[in-house]
Every structure is written in structure tokens, then in C-alpha cells.
């Protein structure tokens, strides 16, 4: 090869290096999928602090199922078949605890293995589904729970500080009211991340983990009754690590890979009128 030649080979492969980059950061924006709803949880705020918290720390843009209080809602949208194909990752913030229907429940986890989909697990999604007789729900998410103790100031233990899910978040987080669910089983595939010392039960509980389940990631925490515990960034960012730890937007140091950045954190202001109050903000598909 002639010298005189290589700038300007230098030049065009910079130029094929750089369209190659654009479009890497281009394709990293994910759409997310949140089904929230059921009883005991104020989800319309929850549905602003979830979608805005998490835009703010992830490229991602929302759908929103926000179903009905009833506890034995089946949610409309996991019945149709093709439900979840749109969709990079799934957050379940549902509280349906009564739905009993075996192949209903069972339906919802092949989406999620068949097609390889993460799903992030918050707060009751643990405990929906827990009248059906299955464990097809649990194993999904990695850990068995069907109760909690009393609302009690928590005192949250960082387990494996150098877990990429884990960078930032402190070491020891204070819970001025919470709801800890106690952990009855820990699944072979799951790895606790953070727990909780129970005042009710005198034992520690598992609060944050991850688990893999037939080749499909999942992030999960029990932590999330009250809007205060969520709207924070130590909540906020724990979570947000974990679906990009899901989708593989998380380097090993906690930070986040090229294109799949937020758009920069603010404070979310649940004290101004909420447009999502009756309905969700963009309905899933």
C-alpha cells in the first residue's frame, strides 16, 4: 500500500467507526413495558415516579398497563398472545394476589422465557399470583414470599458491594417506613443482593436480588410500599442499574454503556396535578 493513501483510509474508516457508534447508541433505546395496578398501592403516582425515575437514568421510553384494584384482575393486555414482543423489558408493579387461574400465571412467565425478555419484579408483583398452583411465578422472579411483616422503620445491608447493580448504592440505606416481606424460599439461581433485618420474624430477609431462569434475567426488589421509599435516588438508581444490568447496558464498574444514558436527574414533584390520574399515559399494546 502507497503512504500517500492511508489518510485518507484513515479518514473513511473513522467516518464508518463513528456511523457504526451512532447507530449502536441509536438502537440502545429501549421501550419498557410497566403493568401496575391492583390493590393496596397508590399506583397513578407510582406509574409517574417509576416511568419519569427511570427515563431520567435509562434511554428508555414507557407503555403502561395500570389495570384494575380488584385482586383477582386478570391484566388485560398478557392475553394477547403476542404481548410482550415489543418490548427490551417488562417492570411488574401489580398487586393481584388472587388471581388463581394456573395457566393465566403460567402464560405471563413463557412470555417472559420464550422470547427471552427481562422483567424487573417491585414490591407486590412478589406477592401476585400466590393463590395459583404453581411456582412457575416465583421462580421467574427467584425468591418465594406470600406475606410481610408490620410497617417498621427498615435498615437495608448492602450484601455484594461490588456487584455492578450495586455501585452507588450506600451501604447502609434507612427506610423510615417500610413493609418487609418475608422470604420463605430462595431459588438455586437467584443471588441476594441486599436484606433486612425483621422485627416481626427476628430473622433477615432478602430486599434486592437478581436471578436467571431459563436463560432469561431478572432484578427484583421488595422495597417500594410507600411512595417516599421509591421517589429518592438511592431507590431510583438501585433500580434503574438493575434493568440495565437486565438488558446489558451496565458496565462492571456500575457505570452505564454509550447510548443507554437518561436524560439527567431531577426531582419528581408528586405534589402538582398528576394527567396520569385515571388512566394510563400511553397504553400498552
Known amino acids: 500500500m502507497s503512504l ?3 489518510p485518507t483510509l484513515l479518514v473513511a474508516l473513522c467516518v464508518i467507526s463513528s456511523a457504526g ?9 429501549l421501550k419498557g413495558l410497566l403493568i401496575t395496578g391492583g390493590c393496596c398501592h397508590d399506583y397513578p403516582n407510582q406509574i409517574k415516579i417509576i416511568t419519569e ?9 414507557w407503555d403502561v398497563e395500570l389495570a384494575g384494584s380488584d385482586r383477582t384482575v386478570q391484566v388485560p393486555v398478557y392475553k394477547n ?12 408493579n401489580e398487586c393481584y394476589g388472587h388471581v388463581d387461574d394456573v395457566a393465566f400465571v403460567e402464560g405471563i412467565v413463557n412470555a417472559h422465557t420464550e422470547n427471552k425478555i427481562p422483567a424487573i419484579f417491585v414490591h407486590c408483583s412478589m406477592h401476585s399470583y400466590r393463590n395459583a398452583e404453581t411456582d412457575e411465578w416465583r421462580k421467574l422472579i427467584g425468591m418465594t414470599s406470600r406475606s410481610h411483616e408490620g410497617k417498621h422503620p427498615l435498615d437495608v445491608i448492602t450484601l455484594e458491594s461490588d456487584h455492578p447493580i450495586m455501585q452507588g448504592f450506600p451501604q447502609n440505606w434507612k427506610v423510615a417506613n417500610g413493609e418487609l416481606y418475608k422470604i420463605e424460599k430462595t431459588w438455586d439461581n437467584s443471588t441476594p443482593l441486599a436484606k433486612a433485618y425483621g422485627v416481626d420474624t427476628k430473622k433477615d430477609h ?17 422495597l ?3 411512595n417516599e421509599t421509591m ?3 438511592a431507590w431510583l438508581g438501585l433500580v434503574a442499574r438493575g434493568v440495565l444490568w437486565t438488558v446489558d447496558g451496565l458496565n462492571e464498574d456500575g457505570t452505564t454503556k454509550p447510548g443507554f444514558e437518561g436524560t439527567g436527574t431531577k426531582e419528581i414533584d408528586l405534589s402538582k396535578p398528576n394527567p396520569d390520574k385515571d388512566k394510563a399515559p400511553t397504553p400498552a399494546k
Do not use: C
Not at 425515575?53 to 421510553?61: A, D, H, K, Y
Not at 398472545?81 to 411488574?92: A, S
Not at 436480588?209 to 432484578?219: I, P, R, S, V
Open 53 to 61: 425515575g427511570l427515563s431520567q437514568r435509562v434511554n428508555i421510553e
Open 224 to 226: 417500594g410500599h410507600f
Open 231 to 233: 421517589n429518592n435516588d
Open 4 to 6: 500517500r493513501f492511508v
Open 21 to 29: 457508534v451512532a447507530g449502536a447508541q441509536e438502537k440502545a433505546k
Open 206 to 222: 432478602t430486599v434486592v436480588w437478581t436471578n436467571q431462569y431459563k436463560g432469561t434475567k431478572t432484578f427484583s426488589t421488595s
Open 81 to 92: 398472545h403476542d404481548w410482550i414482543k415489543p418490548y427490551d423489558v417488562v417492570v411488574h
